[in-house]
């Protein structure tokens, strides 16, 4: 048992925390005028690409890439195992507006880039995944519908049928993440093709379907808490109506949609939780540099003792979830996804709920302003407040944790 | 003891009930709808108008009014008493976007026609308060500063100077509520005319300032969370450059500004807390519509015990609050603000943040629904939100209450 | 609606607390050192006696009862509603060891008697009511099972066979509240007489089993968190062996054992929930008492934030929680036990679990004292602590309340 | 970065776990039992001594041991680093009771063996190291005072007063764990040589005091909650009264008390944690048994979403507390006890209380059962519960700890 960082992970996490201190932090209120002078709150502000090339010429690009095994793929990213990538995740949530985009790190893109190499056709690879490796394009995957429980893919509603050469998609999906953005160029929609099927995991699909594909409508971009997300391409609401694709865009093979998706949840929630925690250390710097700066009743914050039990609560927190996010990436290295299951669900759960708390604390401690738009807090806490529904609630990974670990006592 | 509402009461309630069934809720969707088309969200839906005209003529106008005593004012108002209006504003607030208003019952309006009544001159009740009272404009409080913790009012930095028969008004406020809505005509500024004098408490003073006076500047709209909240005619930033006003527009006397503002908190943070006790039970029943109607696992979610568990708990969390709040009406009434100290400040702490856990189950129980615009609920939940920091937050408040309790035993 | 006590409370609450100051406060330490010296920890001191004729004396005696209908019982009690009774049993509950017994007002014997009033044959009254009503002799309630949920009597397992002009009964009770001293003359047992019968409610039936029945065991004391309740008579495992008693020994009619159960219920839940509000005033006072005497960090208790926080909160939970059960007897008053369903099960979740923080936060106030048998805090904590379970766990409460909330949707 | 366990830690647990599994859990019930038999509950039931015996023939004896730089101590323990024995106590924290006494590996033995191993004489390891190590004696450490927060060893009361070749002795300390076991020889006194020296920290010394010397008066069994905890000896008040010992009872040098007692506290609190980390085990263990076995409402507990909630956060939570603890147990065994300085404080404000939220949670499930002695899970949870409180309570550690984060900023 070690808990340092191999000489891999120091190096980069070192590279990455000065591209944060010289390139990032900085960026980050020019980037807020920027868009706010933009045509529509949608386009990208120019820094970002500035970004984007200056990440990409320090090597700090595609850090995330795993294949289907959860092993390093260097063939498209920088091959690094999950645990190495973890702690570089944590570090581009500090700024998540700007930093995992900065860095083509920013979902659903990576899951998507991952899907596409490790399921996709020679042609599929060429045409969408090497633009999304470029940065040149982004992308979407429409898998939540509002009908039905995030969390059980099962009974999704949206039928891809097939019909002489082509698939036919209708349907409605919901909160897809990023397709507000028109640089978001293709979709992974996931479907049924086979709704009456006999096994209710290989009923379901994935295919491709380009932004400009006739009868797909981004219809609205849906809120969080008053926020569209504008720095992640927002959450639309999307409508298929007799949408058609060649055949060639479905991805795998027909069935196989339910597998996929499954593949691409381990990785997925990994960096989202350790996004979350560098929201937290973002969320406790906050807290720690407003108490040592501001008084009330004739003493700095700093020495009250409320204030007090909300850092150290927070540090405590932070530094329990990190060490099981990380225990869990190495999980999925040594013993796959399937092996970590239990951790898996288990950082699901426990990231969320914890960091929503650490940034409602620091909203409080900011007073107004920290509701206000003046400081990130707000909207961070709706991103990660979201996350406790987003995949399915924390409620029913509870239910299921619960359930395998009752199932030694039967 | 008796927990029974009065005659008088019950009957308004019937009758604001009907009005709530008959137009309030069936207005809601139309509001927004014509909301949307409006050229700018700051207006006003032309049903707002239709439905104050209705409950002018049914006689649900203006109900909340008392003097300076806390004692029903019926030269006014509608001559209720605290504990005969809260249980009403309880159910505008089952609709806070719309009924408040529509009763011509919102803040800040209320509490600044109320400060007219009690402390205005002729003039300017003339001027001021008989077009409040008839619902033709509307009013804000600017109070809240940035750089100065919203509990403290003695530590205020605007400044009011005498200047010939003038006064002139410099300084900085934010979260002024209602500024952002084009009917809003005016300012009631506090500020400080006697910056060194030797009681703290005397050197503030309350002013009257048209929207139009040359150098007040309504500078942007604050939000909260990513809500701007069109419905109460948002927040803003507002500017006071050499904004110059008549002396007559002195509200009462010079230093009385402190005294003024503590006398309008009492049945301000009542209604607030009725209001915020109403929109606990529409989070009731739509959690109640959403368990009955939604299927998760094979069972109706209204038959899983955690489901079960946050609806018991809001019911019997929301009954306690009720009761204490009209406790505390109760003793306003009856012993008068100061009598009711410790209560109003246990009210204070008790609505939001109980409220606050109600709504977010209620958000938790709807899915990607509940964050989004299709639902109250997250709407609700920020507006609940702040008022844990609103006009102080919970720990200042906590720590006056305990020191009351301490000085018992020393 | 009117918060204020009516004369005859005012004038008992005035008489009761000079009792507690001047005979009940200065009698603990006594009683303590008089137990320390018994033969047997389940005899009683002598100044219990003493304070029970005091109490006698003083009219401040059999305060509780109330009939079938619960209503006042002028008979039997002092008259009074059990709104009156409340607030006096709150005050009992500030010195729970002594008080409620001193006023011959402590469970379980207050439930009995009613039983017995209500249900009860002549004979019957004659030879259990009179001396219970005289303080003579103690009484238990023998109704839970350790194999069966105490929130349902349905499955209660010990069986009362008729059997010529007998019953014989056989089963296995605990926490037998009171079995434990020798001066608990007579038991109430529930079970079943008609075990198959076709209507569950009609199975269970009460019968009165004299202490010195052959086959009656009281066999061992049950703890509560190590604590044996000494003052309350401990709570007996107690075995029935082929235990004769003569038919006349039945409560009211064979298959009315659920009936009487309930309607003991209602009215045993106001007492406890009272009691329990009283002991957290107790434990408000010594945290108070505690922070205004100790220094840490070069300053008191009084003056450190998370302190100040624990009480006032701690003052607002009780505000609340006293409102919802003065108002739940009012209810009882007036509508009678079932129109107060939903607020008898709402006190019996609110109550123990809010007093049980209460008194948690003192414990850590006091710090090793705090759990000591120095500070009467852990053992009261233990004795609430066990309310969330006894009756019925919270969570089955839950459930049911929340059940009839849905309801209305359905 | 590796999660795994290193050889020799795998060897060991799998050798102690068949150790708990052959001989520890089946002797758990004799154990009582023997107890129950015994002339006095503070004498030590024989099943003990053969646990010992077993456990040292196997190998499994002192396997603790660190020196004073917090690294492995092969001279008289088994040579482990805190790591490596780190899951090792959390094992024997399955069984409180017995597993650490069978191991000779329990408090506060372990810290008062390395305290004389590191500060002691020749004679003084002779004379008491050597029979603690055999497991023939048991020791005490005596600091905590009741006047003094037990977390500020700088405000000692207890005096220890040179008088030509002897000292002598004089105070009151209590929650003096051990003491009351008549096997316990030796006392560890923390005192104060130098009470008006100018350095606070050089004000202490740490005197060995033999249990028979005159005027040394173990006074009564402090309760936690209430138990006494015969287990662990108790925890005693203890009176020093003009105790007289030879100047070459003191450990160390005049002065250096404090020193000692910072030294002892790190590994002291990883075995704590770890142990509470496995008492938590066994109650999830608990939970799970009881959740499978009983059935409610028709269905089994575990089916109850409740129910699963509590299992599923009380996995979640052990995961995280774990891998904070094992990650201390690192830092010390890298950069020492100074280097994990905030680690350690860490651990100590989030192991006690959530496993007292486990245990809880527990004894919830378990009903009456829960609170009673018939399963351990009410005795655990107040040995839990009152290391929220020893050596310092949680509200300290956490202002110690927020004031090390804040220091970044200031």
Redesign the interface.
Known sequence: ??????AR?EELREKLLTFMDEHVHPAEQTAHEQRAALASPWETPAIVDELKAEARKQGLWNLFFVDEHSLPDAEYGAGLTN?QYAPLAEITGRSPQLAPTALNCAAPDTGNMEVLAQFGSEAQKKQWLEPLLAGEIRSAFAM?E?EV????ATNIETHIVRDGDDYVINGRK??ISGAMNPLCQIFIVMGKTDPDGPDIRRQQSMILVPRDTPGLEVKRA???????DHWHGGHAEVLFHDVRVPAGNLIGEEGGGFGIAQARLGPGRIHHCMRLIGMAERA??LM??R??SRT??GKPL?Q??????W???A???V???R??V??TA??MD?VGNKGAH??IQ?IK??TPRTVVDILDKA??LH???????DFPL??L??GA??L???DG???????S???R??K???
Chains 1, 2, 3, 4 share one sequence.
């Open positions: 048992m070690d808990f340092a960082f191999d992970t645990l939540t509002p429980a995030s969390s059980d919901w909160y849906m809120q969080v808490y008053g926020f569209e406790i710097e720690c540099r108490a040592v009330a009743f700093a009250q003792g409320v204030v007090q039990e850092i150290a609560d540090r405590v927190a530094e329990q979830l060490l099981l990380l225990k190495w999980l040594t239990t951790e288990a759960i426990a909203v409080q007073g107004a302003g920290g509701v206000s738009q707000a909207e806490w709706a407040r979201t406790q529904l987003a609630p924390d409620e029913v990974h509870q239910r944790l619960a359930r670990e009752l030694r006592y039967l």
